[in-house]
Protein backbone atom coordinates (compact mmCIF):
# COMPACT_ATOMS: atom_id res chain seq x y z
CA UNK A 1 0.00 0.00 0.00
CA UNK A 2 1.04 3.47 -0.78
CA UNK A 3 0.70 6.30 1.90
CA UNK A 4 1.99 9.69 1.96
CA UNK A 5 2.41 12.29 4.78
CA UNK A 6 4.24 15.15 5.55
CA UNK A 7 8.52 14.99 5.95
CA UNK A 8 9.38 14.89 9.67
CA UNK A 9 13.19 15.12 9.50
CA UNK A 10 15.88 16.63 6.87
CA UNK A 11 16.91 12.89 6.78
CA UNK A 12 13.29 12.17 5.03
CA UNK A 13 13.67 15.17 3.40
CA UNK A 14 17.20 13.52 1.70
CA UNK A 15 15.89 10.27 1.30
CA UNK A 16 13.00 12.31 -1.23
CA UNK A 17 14.93 14.47 -2.97
CA UNK A 18 17.54 11.63 -3.92
CA UNK A 19 14.59 9.55 -5.57
CA UNK A 20 13.95 12.96 -7.11
CA UNK A 21 17.08 13.68 -8.49
CA UNK A 22 17.52 10.11 -10.44
CA UNK A 23 15.18 12.46 -13.42
CA UNK A 24 16.13 15.71 -12.31
CA UNK A 25 14.46 17.55 -15.29
CA UNK A 26 11.43 15.81 -15.10
CA UNK A 27 10.92 16.30 -11.40
CA UNK A 28 12.75 19.61 -11.51
CA UNK A 29 9.37 21.64 -10.08
CA UNK A 30 9.10 19.44 -6.87
CA UNK A 31 12.92 19.06 -6.78
CA UNK A 32 12.97 23.57 -6.77
CA UNK A 33 10.33 23.14 -3.64
CA UNK A 34 12.28 20.60 -1.48
CA UNK A 35 16.03 22.98 -2.12
CA UNK A 36 16.75 25.89 -0.14
CA UNK A 37 15.35 28.54 -0.22
CA UNK A 38 11.86 27.83 -1.19
CA UNK A 39 11.57 25.26 1.03
CA UNK A 40 10.48 28.02 3.36
CA UNK A 41 7.23 28.36 1.44
CA UNK A 42 6.65 25.02 0.76
CA UNK A 43 5.08 21.71 2.01
CA UNK A 44 6.58 19.12 1.14
CA UNK A 45 5.09 15.11 1.61
CA UNK A 46 6.95 11.61 1.20
CA UNK A 47 5.49 8.83 -0.68
CA UNK A 48 6.10 5.64 1.30
CA UNK A 49 5.49 1.84 0.16
CA UNK A 50 6.33 -1.02 2.24
CA UNK A 51 7.98 1.17 4.88
CA UNK A 52 10.42 2.82 2.24
CA UNK A 53 10.61 6.49 0.93
CA UNK A 54 9.83 6.08 -3.28
CA UNK A 55 9.28 9.63 -3.90
CA UNK A 56 7.44 13.21 -2.95
CA UNK A 57 5.18 15.96 -3.98
CA UNK A 58 4.74 19.50 -2.89
CA UNK A 59 2.55 22.09 -1.93
CA UNK A 60 3.77 25.56 -3.10
CA UNK A 61 2.61 29.21 -1.59
CA UNK A 62 4.68 31.44 -3.67
CA UNK A 63 1.32 32.37 -5.69
CA UNK A 64 -2.25 33.61 -4.80
CA UNK A 65 -3.20 29.88 -3.99
CA UNK A 66 -1.28 26.53 -3.98
CA UNK A 67 0.52 24.90 -6.58
CA UNK A 68 0.59 21.36 -6.38
CA UNK A 69 3.23 19.62 -8.20
CA UNK A 70 2.80 15.49 -8.64
CA UNK A 71 5.50 12.88 -8.97
CA UNK A 72 4.50 11.90 -12.91
CA UNK A 73 6.60 8.78 -12.68
CA UNK A 74 4.44 7.43 -9.42
CA UNK A 75 1.14 7.32 -10.98
CA UNK A 76 0.25 4.37 -8.21
CA UNK A 77 0.49 7.63 -5.93
CA UNK A 78 -1.82 10.04 -7.23
CA UNK A 79 -5.02 8.20 -5.19
CA UNK A 80 -2.88 8.91 -1.56
CA UNK A 81 -2.36 12.30 -2.78
CA UNK A 82 -5.45 13.44 -3.45
CA UNK A 83 -6.61 11.84 -0.17
CA UNK A 84 -3.94 14.21 1.30
CA UNK A 85 -5.22 17.32 -0.32
CA UNK A 86 -8.82 16.00 0.78
CA UNK A 87 -7.50 15.64 4.32
CA UNK A 88 -5.76 19.42 3.95
CA UNK A 89 -8.82 20.90 2.74
CA UNK A 90 -7.37 22.42 -0.34
CA UNK A 91 -10.49 23.08 -2.78
CA UNK A 92 -8.76 25.17 -4.88
CA UNK A 93 -5.44 24.76 -6.05
CA UNK A 94 -2.87 24.97 -9.46
CA UNK A 95 -1.84 22.12 -10.74
CA UNK A 96 1.49 21.19 -13.27
CA UNK A 97 2.43 18.43 -14.80
CA UNK A 98 5.07 17.41 -18.16
CA UNK A 99 3.63 16.12 -21.25
CA UNK A 100 6.79 13.76 -21.75
CA UNK A 101 7.99 11.00 -19.05
CA UNK A 102 10.18 8.58 -19.56
CA UNK A 103 10.77 9.88 -23.47
CA UNK A 104 6.99 8.90 -24.19
CA UNK A 105 3.82 11.38 -24.16
CA UNK A 106 1.74 11.24 -20.90
CA UNK A 107 -1.72 9.64 -21.88
CA UNK A 108 -3.37 10.11 -18.27
CA UNK A 109 -3.16 13.41 -16.16
CA UNK A 110 -4.23 13.88 -12.34
CA UNK A 111 -7.07 16.45 -13.29
CA UNK A 112 -8.94 13.55 -15.51
CA UNK A 113 -9.62 11.34 -12.87
CA UNK A 114 -11.15 14.03 -10.24
CA UNK A 115 -14.82 14.17 -11.56
CA UNK A 116 -15.41 16.07 -7.92
CA UNK A 117 -13.47 19.21 -9.17
CA UNK A 118 -13.63 21.72 -12.02
CA UNK A 119 -10.84 21.48 -14.01
CA UNK A 120 -9.60 24.69 -16.33
CA UNK A 121 -6.46 25.17 -18.49
CA UNK A 122 -4.45 27.84 -17.53
CA UNK A 123 -1.35 27.21 -19.60
CA UNK A 124 1.21 25.58 -21.51
CA UNK A 125 5.08 26.46 -21.24
CA UNK A 126 7.78 25.45 -22.98
CA UNK A 127 10.78 23.86 -20.83
CA UNK A 128 14.32 25.06 -22.36
CA UNK A 129 17.70 24.07 -21.39
CA UNK A 130 20.98 25.53 -22.37
CA UNK A 131 22.58 22.82 -23.87
CA UNK A 132 26.23 24.29 -24.74
CA UNK A 133 28.57 25.77 -22.22
CA UNK A 134 29.87 28.09 -24.51
CA UNK A 135 27.28 31.18 -25.23
CA UNK A 136 28.36 34.88 -26.17
CA UNK A 137 29.61 37.22 -23.78
CA UNK A 138 27.41 40.33 -25.17
CA UNK A 139 29.14 44.02 -24.93
CA UNK A 140 26.93 45.75 -22.63
CA UNK A 141 28.82 48.99 -22.51
CA UNK A 142 25.55 50.58 -24.58
CA UNK A 143 23.11 49.68 -22.15
CA UNK A 144 21.85 50.90 -19.04
CA UNK A 145 23.66 49.42 -15.70
CA UNK A 146 22.97 46.00 -14.72
CA UNK A 147 23.77 45.02 -11.19
CA UNK A 148 23.14 42.42 -8.57
CA UNK A 149 20.35 43.01 -6.90
CA UNK A 150 20.95 43.70 -2.69
CA UNK A 151 18.28 43.10 0.50
CA UNK A 152 18.43 46.80 0.61
CA UNK A 153 16.63 46.70 -2.91
CA UNK A 154 13.74 44.59 -1.43
CA UNK A 155 11.32 47.64 -1.52
CA UNK A 156 11.89 49.03 -5.01
CA UNK A 157 11.63 45.75 -6.39
CA UNK A 158 8.10 44.92 -4.52
CA UNK A 159 7.21 48.17 -6.41
CA UNK A 160 8.38 47.47 -9.70
CA UNK A 161 6.80 43.95 -9.45
CA UNK A 162 3.56 45.84 -8.03
CA UNK A 163 3.64 47.98 -11.03
CA UNK A 164 3.17 44.77 -13.17
CA UNK A 165 0.92 43.27 -11.81
CA UNK A 166 -1.28 46.21 -11.73
CA UNK A 167 -0.72 46.54 -15.61
CA UNK A 168 -1.77 42.75 -15.99
CA UNK A 169 2.68 41.86 -17.18
CA UNK A 170 3.74 39.97 -14.29
CA UNK A 171 4.34 36.39 -15.07
CA UNK A 172 5.77 34.09 -12.53
CA UNK A 173 6.33 35.00 -9.26
CA UNK A 174 7.95 37.38 -6.74
CA UNK A 175 9.15 36.90 -3.51
CA UNK A 176 12.03 38.29 -1.25
CA UNK A 177 13.91 35.10 -0.57
CA UNK A 178 14.61 34.87 -4.16
CA UNK A 179 17.13 37.30 -3.75
CA UNK A 180 18.87 34.38 -1.12
CA UNK A 181 19.56 32.42 -3.98
CA UNK A 182 22.69 32.96 -6.39
CA UNK A 183 21.54 35.13 -9.47
CA UNK A 184 18.91 38.14 -9.11
CA UNK A 185 19.75 41.64 -11.09
CA UNK A 186 17.78 44.72 -11.70
CA UNK A 187 18.63 47.06 -14.65
CA UNK A 188 18.58 50.57 -13.84
CA UNK A 189 18.55 54.39 -15.66
CA UNK A 190 18.95 57.65 -13.72
CA UNK A 191 18.02 55.34 -10.30
CA UNK A 192 15.14 53.85 -12.27
CA UNK A 193 14.81 50.14 -12.11
CA UNK A 194 13.61 49.54 -15.57
CA UNK A 195 14.45 45.59 -15.80
CA UNK A 196 15.18 42.75 -13.46
CA UNK A 197 16.06 38.98 -13.73
CA UNK A 198 17.17 35.94 -11.42
CA UNK A 199 15.82 32.62 -10.68
CA UNK A 200 12.43 31.23 -9.90
CA UNK A 201 14.42 27.99 -8.55
CA UNK A 202 17.62 26.53 -7.82
CA UNK A 203 18.49 22.84 -7.59
CA UNK A 204 21.91 20.92 -7.31
CA UNK A 205 22.21 20.67 -10.74
CA UNK A 206 19.91 23.01 -12.27
CA UNK A 207 19.19 26.67 -12.39
CA UNK A 208 15.13 27.87 -13.27
CA UNK A 209 15.48 31.28 -14.62
CA UNK A 210 12.33 33.55 -14.06
CA UNK A 211 11.20 36.98 -13.39
CA UNK A 212 12.63 38.42 -16.52
CA UNK A 213 10.93 41.67 -17.20
CA UNK A 214 11.90 44.97 -18.52
CA UNK A 215 9.79 47.77 -18.55
CA UNK A 216 7.78 48.61 -22.08
CA UNK A 217 9.41 51.68 -23.41
CA UNK A 218 12.89 50.13 -22.33
CA UNK A 219 12.37 46.84 -24.78
CA UNK A 220 14.07 46.29 -28.41
CA UNK A 221 17.17 47.46 -26.69
CA UNK A 222 18.86 43.51 -26.15
CA UNK A 223 18.31 44.48 -22.33
CA UNK A 224 16.20 41.16 -22.12
CA UNK A 225 18.95 39.53 -23.63
CA UNK A 226 21.58 40.90 -21.31
CA UNK A 227 19.96 40.02 -18.63
CA UNK A 228 19.35 36.31 -19.29
CA UNK A 229 22.69 36.06 -20.53
CA UNK A 230 24.31 37.14 -17.05
CA UNK A 231 22.05 35.05 -15.33
CA UNK A 232 22.88 31.87 -17.46
CA UNK A 233 26.72 32.68 -16.96
CA UNK A 234 26.35 32.54 -13.55
CA UNK A 235 24.44 29.23 -13.69
CA UNK A 236 27.25 28.15 -15.58
CA UNK A 237 30.06 29.04 -13.30
CA UNK A 238 28.01 27.37 -10.50
CA UNK A 239 28.40 23.91 -12.48
CA UNK A 240 24.62 24.13 -12.74
CA UNK A 241 22.51 23.73 -16.18
CA UNK A 242 20.31 27.41 -16.86
CA UNK A 243 16.50 25.94 -17.50
CA UNK A 244 13.78 28.05 -18.15
CA UNK A 245 9.83 28.04 -19.04
CA UNK A 246 8.28 30.34 -21.17
CA UNK A 247 4.77 30.60 -22.50
CA UNK A 248 4.68 28.45 -25.92
CA UNK A 249 2.63 31.32 -27.36
CA UNK A 250 5.37 34.15 -26.29
CA UNK A 251 7.38 33.77 -29.88
CA UNK A 252 9.59 37.00 -29.22
CA UNK A 253 11.14 35.00 -25.83
CA UNK A 254 11.28 31.98 -27.15
CA UNK A 255 13.66 33.09 -30.29
CA UNK A 256 15.39 35.31 -27.77
CA UNK A 257 16.22 32.04 -25.68
CA UNK A 258 17.19 30.12 -28.73
CA UNK A 259 19.38 32.58 -30.10
CA UNK A 260 20.94 32.36 -27.03
CA UNK A 261 21.40 29.11 -26.90
CA UNK A 262 18.64 27.37 -25.37
CA UNK A 263 16.69 24.54 -26.64
CA UNK A 264 13.28 22.54 -25.71
CA UNK A 265 13.13 19.87 -24.05
CA UNK A 266 9.58 19.44 -22.70
CA UNK A 267 6.50 21.13 -22.52
CA UNK A 268 4.74 21.92 -18.95
CA UNK A 269 1.24 21.95 -18.55
CA UNK A 270 -0.54 24.07 -15.65
CA UNK A 271 -4.30 23.54 -14.86
CA UNK A 272 -6.52 25.32 -11.57
CA UNK A 273 -8.67 22.63 -9.93
CA UNK A 274 -11.62 23.92 -7.91
CA UNK A 275 -14.04 21.46 -6.11
CA UNK A 276 -17.53 21.32 -7.44
CA UNK A 277 -19.90 23.13 -4.98
CA UNK A 278 -22.46 20.47 -3.82
CA UNK A 279 -26.21 21.44 -4.77
Known sequence: MITTSPVTSNQETSQVMSTLLKDIFTNQLIIGDIHAPMNKISDIYKIVEDNNIIGGWSVFHGFDIPTIIFPPHLRESWPAIKNMIRIRQIDDFNLSFPYIVNEKTVEEYPWTIWPEYDATHLFTDNAMRLVDKEIEVMDVSDLPKIRAAQSEDIPRLNLFFEELENRGE????????????DSFVIVEDEGKIIGVG??????????????????????????????????ALGSIKSQRVPTLFVNEN???????????????YNKFIFYNMKRKLLD
Open 250 to 264: NENAINMYSKIGFKP
Open 170 to 181: MSGFWNPIQLEM
Open 198 to 231: GTHFETPFTMQLGNIHVLKDYRKRGIGTAITTAI
